[in-house]
């Protein structure tokens, strides 16, 4: 399971046999220790080996999560459970701290094979959005990328899976779930970023476009991304 808040990523794996791993997981501490390093750290990744107690390990995780610092840097974190049943237990507990909303959203296609983009807020990232009340999930990403690109006609492919991430409304802390779909359109039709949700530009990409702008982007939209560059060569 991954979690995503801005461009850190916290990662919650099972690993019975700690051995496996060419190096040692780092203690929750000795992370700890990396954050006064601030960005000469980014970019990295970093196994925290734990056997938690379980209030006190939640209270580490959401203060981590939360923390503006961490939250900007190009970090993941993948903290490593030596049982199911503790792994289970942490990411319940985790998701009940926060208020779940859910949304969206589609990796596009033309007839090119090119890729989708939309330019957000300083980031080259996928259209998404949120579900509206007893809204179809598929409906709703279909919707959302419609609105977002100015796409009239959009055909509905495979579900892709979702993503998690985080972000503050308010005083609450929110935990986005995000159901990605593969979609398939041609490249034929006006592409209209929408304004009112501040898209600048709308962009069909190849995998070689999207490359030399990555960097631009979210670690989420990253993930996606290579997990369907993966999928193109099995």
């Not at 919650?12 to 496996?20: A, D, G, K, Y």
């Not at 990295?44 to 056997?51: A, D």
């Not at 390990?57 to 903290?79: A, G, I």
């Not at 503050?168 to 039709?189: C, D, N, R, V």
């Amino acid at each position: 399971m991954k979690i995503f808040a801005l461009n850190l990523c916290h990662e919650f794996e099972l690993r019975n046999n700690l051995s496996t791993y060419q190096f040692d997981p780092i203690t929750f501490e000795e992370l700890m220790g990396h954050f006064f390093k601030g960005p000469e750290f980014s970019g990295q990744k970093f196994y925290v080996g734990i056997n938690p107690d379980a209030d006190t390990f939640l209270r580490e995780v959401l203060d981590l999560l939360k923390n503006e610092v961490w939250r900007q840097l190009d970090v993941t974190v993948c903290f490593v459970f030596a049982s199911e049943e503790k792994l289970v237990d942490f990411t319940d507990n985790f998701r009940d701290t926060f208020r779940n909303v859910d949304a969206a959203g589609g990796l596009v296609t033309d007839e090119k094979g090119r890729y989708l983009c939309i330019f957000n807020r300083g980031k080259w990232t996928l259209p998404k959005g949120h579900v509206e009340w007893r809204e179809p999930v598929e409906d709703a990403a279909v919707r959302e990328v419609k609105e977002e690109t100015g796409l009239v006609d959009v055909s509905l492919l495979d579900k892709i899976g979702k993503t998690f991430h985080t972000f503050p409304k308010g005083k609450k802390w929110i935990l986005k779930t995000t159901f990605w779909y593969k979609m398939h359109a041609s490249s034929e039709q006006e592409l209209i970023p929408e304004a009112a949700e501040d898209i600048e530009d709308v962009k069909w990409m190849s995998k070689e476009e999207w490359m030399s702008v990555a960097e631009k982007s979210y670690p989420l939209t990253r993930d996606l991304f290579v997990n369907e560059f993966t999928k193109s060569l099995i």
